[in-house]
């Protein structure tokens, strides 16, 4: 093992703090994971075609994020919005292309989610997303990224299909769950890493219910923005608000205390 100085820390952590900005932002980039990817197939691409056009989009765009030294908001967040594209897409596949119920792949997701954990934790003793200052902590974030959109996605389709809330009580709903989280870490105290994660789940189907209600059209219980407004719109706020955070840096802060000791492994 070997520490890492303080001065060094804020410049290696690849992962922003997690500030009422990053869960801002996260939200807003899964409203446009769900809303692109429906205009992308509106524009006649399909199903498949879009997910092999985000899926190179997103490759280009992590590799850029893995070639950078520290945070950069620009790539970081730009990484964020595709890899939303293309988790909501890897479960749309598997629901509409292929057939499989939506049970059946939030069991899958939920599974996989637990086994990137589990390794992670084997191989870095920490979950901390303060302390991504290796190549191997941040191959382990992005998969745990891509599996909580996918997880995200099935278990929002699952409850609108169940229950037909509709795209405002469902965001109420998770809203409400999110809230429910936040408290008990704040108050109550429970496992940080815990109750990032189950958030971070949850604000998958809380975009994508804002993004449908946004965009559908009114006879279906939406506003009637459409797909190419409300992506639009919301690629600005964004867009803005990363502009701000690159300079500001309200979100780059020095590591917590774990982050000091990295494996030499």
């Keep these: 093992m070997v520490d890492i100085p303080v001065s060094a820390r804020r410049l290696l952590n690849k992962v922003p703090e997690v500030t009422l900005f990053f869960w801002v932002i996260k939200v807003l980039a ?12 509106g524009l006649g691409l399909g199903l498949g075609g879009t997910t092999v056009l985000m899926t190179g989009v997103f490759a280009i765009a992590l590799a850029a994020q893995f070639r ?14 595709l890899i939303s594209v293309v988790g909501t897409l890897v479960t749309d596949n598997l629901t509409d292309a292929l057939g499989v119920p939506l049970v059946v792949s939030t069991v899958v997701f939920a599974v996989a989610l637990a086994a990137t954990f589990a390794a992670w934790y084997a191989k870095e003793g ?9 190549g191997r902590r941040e191959a382990f974030y992005w998969l745990a990224i891509l599996v909580t959109f996918a997880l995200g996605t099935a278990v929002g389709d699952l409850v609108d299909e169940k229950l037909g809330l509709g795209y405002w009580p469902t965001a109420l709903v998770v809203a409400l769950l999110i809230a429910a989280v936040a408290v008990s870490h704040l108050v ?27 965009s559908q059209g009114r006879s279906d219980g939406g506003l ?18 990363v502009s701000y955070l690159a300079v ?10 774990d982050a000091a000791r990295v494996p030499t492994r």
């Design 30 to 41: 899964t409203t446009v994971g769900e809303t692109f990817a429906d205009f992308l197939s």
């Design 126 to 134: 920490t979950l901390s997303i303060h302390s991504i200052v290796t």
């Design 68 to 81: 950078t030294r520290r945070y950069v908001p620009a790539v970081y967040w730009l990484t964020v919005v």
């Design 188 to 214: 109550f105290r429970a496992n940080a890493v815990l109750t990032f994660w189950i958030a971070y789940v949850l604000t998958r189907p809380l975009g994508a219910s804002l993004g449908d209600g946004l």
């Design 224 to 241: 009637g923005l459409g797909t190419t407004v409300t992506s639009v719109v919301f690629l600005l706020v964004i867009l803005a608000v």
């Design 248 to 257: 500001s840096k309200r979100d780059q802060t020095p590591l917590a205390a």
